[in-house]
């Protein structure tokens, strides 16, 4: 089933149990149809929503999710409880984190055109060295990507064995984003890493979750992509509830990576996907060690008070 058409069923589910139930339709800051947490793919429990309308209108996600854990599982014989640890660390930080950090913009998500220059730097790197990409190693048991079943590959432009790649590159690149970030933000940014250019394959899978400090700022640019339907980019706005963020060549999507949850929980319809990630951080070293002593003070329940989002 299409995302298309998933939506289209999720104004259906609201509009007909409107009638039976004082809940009005749910809608988006953006006014669209959606749907809150743990409803397409697990993201603060590892489990489903109970009531979610997912197994009806979603393509049993239920049996999707069963099945991406088992394969990792299977994957890995020998320590398949590797693969629960990985993932009940990803739905606690997508839990704890986004409640302990400081939001800079009201929606925490912004769609833009890359600039010109930077998208024909990457699209012609991309080019010219398709045929070097390597196969990404991903960390025993990491339940982020299902590489088992849909393995993920690298075209790197730190590379400097590649002609053109290497620090230089890297340095157009950030050069060129870098004003665009800034005045979303209204941060001076820092460069903390640039990763890609990243290639998912058919059926490719990207869990929610939320980037690790001190990472705050981060863009995708869709480098390439030869797909049969969108595969949407899933964002939990500053209401709680998802929209879907479709994406062409040369757009940008610019997000708060620390604080927005974030994925593609619906599998991927296509040969492939490309992208390449920025990340900008910003954070003062007393920010990220607060941060990180609430982390660790919730994670067993000593504390429970939230920290003030603007601080």
């Not at 088992?70 to 009940?88: A, F, L, V, W």
């Not at 930080?93 to 890359?114: C, I």
């Not at 730097?121 to 196969?135: C, F, G, M, S, V």
């Amino acid at each position: 089933m299409k995302v298309s058409a998933i939506i289209s069923l999720l104004t259906v589910y609201n509009t007909s149990t409107a009638a039976s139930s004082s809940n009005q339709q749910v809608r988006n800051a953006f006014d669209e149809p959606s749907y809150g947490v743990d409803v397409s793919f697990p993201v603060h429990y590892t489990r489903f929503a109970s009531g979610s309308m997912g197994d009806d209108f979603m393509d049993n996600r239920q049996e999707i999710y069963n099945k991406f854990m088992d394969g990792c599982r299977k994957h890995y014989p020998d320590n398949p409880k590797s693969c629960d640890i990985t993932e009940q660390d990803r739905v606690d930080m997508s839990l704890r984190q986004p409640a302990s950090m400081q939001n800079y913009t009201n929606t925490g998500f912004k769609k833009v055109k890359a600039p010109e220059h930077v998208f024909d730097l990457l699209t012609n790197y991309w080019k010219a060295h398709y045929d070097n990409r390597q196969q990404k190693k991903w960390p025993k048991g990491n339940t982020y990507v299902n590489h088992w079943s849909s393995p993920t590959y690298m075209v790197n432009v730190e590379e400097q064995s590649l002609r053109g790649g290497g620090y230089s590159f890297k340095q157009k690149i950030w050069q060129g984003v870098k004003p665009i970030l800034e005045e979303w933000t209204g941060m001076e940014l820092e460069e903390s890493s640039m990763y890609g250019i990243r290639q998912y394959t058919d059926g490719a899978i990207l869990s929610p979750h939320a980037d690790r400090n001190p990472l705050i700022s981060s863009c995708i640019i869709n480098v390439d992509q030869d797909v049969d339907e969108d595969w949407p980019l899933e964002v939990y706005g500053r209401d709680g509830l998802a929209v879907n963020v479709t994406m062409e060549p040369g757009d940008m999507v610019l997000y708060e990576s620390h604080s927005l949850i974030h994925g593609r929980p619906f599998p991927l319809k296509g040969r492939y996907f490309a992208n390449i990630f920025i990340r900008k951080c910003s954070l003062p070293i007393w920010h990220i060690y607060v941060s990180f002593v609430y982390q660790v003070l919730t994670y067993d329940g000593i504390l429970s008070l939230r920290l003030p989002t603007n601080w």
